[in-house]
């Protein structure tokens, strides 16, 4: 697959620096020799934020960097699986609707949730959980969007509303 060198150039740049890597996501677009890179990363100050962003934009490949505000649209999924007793089902069912959390799976030993919410909430939710058997969590990176009406890019749209290619 063409490109395939981006993202391990990407990585390689973050990895000697004080900068901590919180989530990465690669996605490669079918039909397409791009890659849709999305890090989130806590930086020790506003001046590494910054010079990470200069760096990346340096290298050959990266069409344009996009830094979020911190008032940006923040969305995190988790999943967890839960072994509890009889005594603990109503609060974690609870737990459940407080939090808006699908049930993927229950059988008379397992419970299976999923929760799509800000990355704050899902620490709250996992932390009321835990006193109710967890075994297994996993959890995606922080995607994120920027709010207000600046566009990432602009797109041709036809007058009929498609999307001109």
């Not at 506003?46 to 050959?60: D, G, I, S």
């Not at 967890?80 to 049930?103: K, M, Y």
């Not at 929760?115 to 899902?122: F, G, I, R, V």
Request: glycine share 6%; aromatic share 4%.
């Amino acid at each position: 697959c063409p490109g395939r060198g981006v993202p391990a150039r990407v990585a390689g740049l973050l990895l000697p620096t004080d900068i901590e890597i919180t989530g990465m996501q690669f996605s490669h677009p079918p039909d397409s020799e791009a890659w849709w890179i999305q890090l989130a990363v806590r930086t020790p100050s506003a001046e590494r934020l910054e010079l990470l962003t200069k760096r990346l934009n340096r290298l050959v490949d990266v069409v344009r960097v996009v830094t979020l505000e911190p008032d940006g649209h923040r969305r995190q999924s988790v999943y967890v699986r839960l072994r509890p007793d009889a005594t603990n089902l109503a609060p974690v069912g609870e737990l459940a609707r407080w939090f808006h959390a699908e049930t993927l799976e229950l059988t008379s030993g397992t419970l299976v949730l999923h929760l799509t919410a800000a990355p704050e909430q899902c620490s709250a939710f996992l932390s009321m959980l835990r006193p109710h058997g967890i075994v297994e969590v996993v959890t995606s990176a922080v995607s994120g969007f920027r709010s207000g009406s600046r566009p990432i890019h602009r797109l041709p749209v036809s007058p009929h509303g498609e999307i001109a290619s």
